[in-house]
């Protein structure tokens, strides 16, 4: 029977370290360049070989992307991004022994009004992107994170540049130069976003709150333009931060959703990911290896404390634990890879903002139950704005009882939302400023629990 001390002895076996120069392959026996962990030395052709069948057994073994399935890769530029398209042309191309049967495309969003950069910074920052993506051929997109605060406002496609033309032409800089013209869109939805951002008061909700936004835009523009998949590029040391800071945001009931292979949170639209077996050292060895650049553009946590948000503690915490210990990341992606939630198979309503299902339907006697009186009972009594009267009191432009304007209250609004999100609406000093889908959403639901129990008497018991 083990005890308490044999756990904690073998927890604590620090990473040694060894002559590298004498190390051999663990499969060849050839003299190893890479070392992944302690006991884990390749040579050049075995990592590569490696890297290969992990990325390529993802798909084999879920069997959720089908033959000649259009599949939409999110490209940021960076080291995972980067090494999933190397990986994705290898497989497509005529050497492969078993090629990928699925037909890509490529998506930028441009994430620039989040930190308030001019034009001419975010089209120099982008240019080597978009350059990458017209040398891969595939069909590209590129698209802004303002749209996200329209979505429901136009019935045009989210997108604000498509090319589907061959790389056969010739780069030139008019060429790239046009691209970038077409990440200028209107000043109103930067400024909405801005005010958004502004109204909310923590760099962890902040985080949180572009991170579901990035998500619905991925969602909107796979949809408009006749993709079914999105491939993301997370890897497995990424996704033990994103666990343990969703865990701590109040997210635990969603991390069957983050750390699975499929995200079929959206429905018709499913997120993948093919390098959550890999490790962030293994994806920049990979990149390394092969001489595939990458680039790392700004954005809102970059160069920001570790104590500025939650995200940012949890990384520098699994970054600097893993530096001691290898099997960090391991142990904590292989232990929120088996978690599982069993609300599921009660509930059909899903977050307005995140597009899980909700969380909060729980009974009187739970935390959440607990908390919610706490934050009634602590609440300040709000003043009444007029009296009441059957007239409108307002000015015409949506305020107290005017009907030129549906107003959501922050109940209605909590109504539509999982926990995790209300913590983000609550740091929130004007909810208005929310994309105007999520608040559409809540409205409605809104309307339709009200119809509800206006004819309650005159329905069918269940």
């Known amino acids: 029977m083990c005890s308490v001390q044999d756990i904690e002895d073998d927890f604590?076996?620090?990473?040694?370290?060894?002559?590298?120069?004498?190390?051999?392959?663990?499969?060849?026996?050839?003299?190893?360049?890479?070392?992944?962990?302690?006991?884990?030395?390749?040579?050049?052709?075995?990592?590569?070989?490696?890297?290969?069948?992990?990325?390529?057994?993802?798909?084999?073994?879920?069997?959720?992307?089908?033959?000649?399935?259009?599949?939409?890769?999110?490209?940021?530029?960076?080291?995972?991004?980067?090494?999933?398209?190397?990986?994705?042309?290898?497989?497509?191309?005529?050497?492969?022994?078993?090629?990928?049967?699925?037909?890509?495309?490529?998506?930028?969003m441009d994430e620039g009004s989040v930190l308030g950069l001019s034009t001419e910074q975010r089209r120099k920052d982008h240019r080597y992107v978009l350059e990458i993506m017209r040398e891969t051929g595939y069909p590209y997109h590129v698209t802004c994170l303002e749209k996200v605060m329209g979505l429901d406002q136009t019935?045009?496609?989210?997108?604000?540049?498509?090319?589907?033309?061959?790389?056969?032409?010739?780069?030139?800089?008019?060429?790239?130069?046009?691209?970038?013209?077409k990440l200028s869109i209107s000043n109103t939805a930067g400024e909405r976003l801005k005010d958004m951002l502004d109204s909310t008061k923590s760099m962890t909700a902040k985080e949180d709150l572009i991170r579901r936004l990035r998500c619905d835009l991925l969602a909107a523009v796979a949809r408009e333009t006749g993709f079914s998949k999105v491939m993301l590029g997370d890897s497995s040391t990424r996704l033990s931060v994103q666990l343990l800071a969703d865990i701590a945001q109040g997210r635990g009931a969603q991390t069957h959703l983050e750390m699975g292979?499929?995200?079929?949170?959206?429905?018709?639209?499913?997120?993948?990911?093919?390098?959550?077996?890999?490790?962030?050292?293994?994806?920049?060895?990979?990149?390394?290896?092969?001489?595939?650049?990458?680039?790392?553009?700004?954005?809102?946590?970059?160069?920001?404390?570790s104590n500025s948000s939650?995200?940012?503690?949890?990384?520098?915490?699994?970054?600097?634990?893993?530096s001691d210990f290898p099997s960090t990341v391991s142990t904590v992606f292989r232990t929120g890879e088996k978690m599982t939630s069993d609300h599921k198979k009660n509930v059909t309503e899903r977050c307005a903002m995140c597009q899980a299902l909700l969380d909060t339907n729980v009974p009187e006697c739970s935390a959440l139950s607990a908390t919610q009186f706490s934050q009634q009972i602590s609440k300040r009594p709000t003043a009444i704005p007029c009296n009441?009267?059957?007239?409108?009191?307002?000015?015409?432009?949506?305020?107290?009882?005017?009907?030129?304007?549906?107003?959501?209250?922050?109940?209605?609004?909590?109504?539509?939302?999982?926990?995790?999100?209300?913590?983000?609406?609550?740091?929130?000093?004007?909810?208005?400023?929310?994309?105007?889908?999520?608040?559409?959403?809540?409205?409605?639901?809104?309307?339709?629990?009200?119809?509800?129990?206006?004819?309650?008497?005159?329905?069918?018991?269940?």
Do not use: W
């Not at 019935?155 to 013209?181: F, M, R």
């Open 155 to 181: 019935s045009e496609s989210p997108l604000v540049g498509t090319s589907t033309t061959s790389t056969s032409t010739e780069l030139t800089y008019d060429n790239v130069e046009s691209d970038l013209q």
């Open 261 to 305: 292979f499929a995200d079929d949170r959206y429905g018709d639209i499913i997120f993948v990911r093919p390098l959550r077996e890999f490790t962030s050292k293994e994806v920049a060895m990979y990149n390394k290896l092969n001489n595939v650049e990458a680039t790392v553009l700004p954005r809102l946590a970059t160069k920001q404390p």
């Open 12 to 108: 604590s076996v620090r990473k040694t370290k060894s002559d590298e120069s004498m190390r051999k392959c663990m499969k060849c026996e050839e003299q190893a360049c890479v070392i992944i962990r302690v006991n884990d030395a390749f040579c050049r052709s075995c990592f590569l070989q490696h890297c290969t069948h992990k990325f390529r057994s993802s798909f084999g073994k879920s069997k959720v992307i089908r033959d000649g399935e259009k599949v939409l890769l999110a490209f940021s530029g960076g080291n995972g991004s980067s090494a999933m398209l190397h990986l994705v042309q290898q497989g497509l191309s005529k050497e492969a022994q078993k090629k990928l049967r699925f037909k890509p495309g490529l998506i930028f």
């Open 310 to 322: 939650i995200q940012r503690l949890t990384e520098e915490f699994v970054t600097g634990l893993q």
């Open 388 to 462: 009441s009267q059957s007239e409108c009191c307002g000015d015409g432009d949506g305020s107290c009882q005017t009907a030129t304007k549906e107003i959501v209250s922050h109940e209605q609004l909590n109504e539509a939302l999982c926990y995790g999100c209300r913590l983000i609406v609550r740091d929130m000093k004007n909810t208005s400023t929310l994309p105007q889908h999520i608040l559409d959403e809540a409205a409605r639901r809104a309307r339709r629990s009200k119809m509800k129990e206006s004819i309650q008497d005159f329905l069918l018991p269940e």
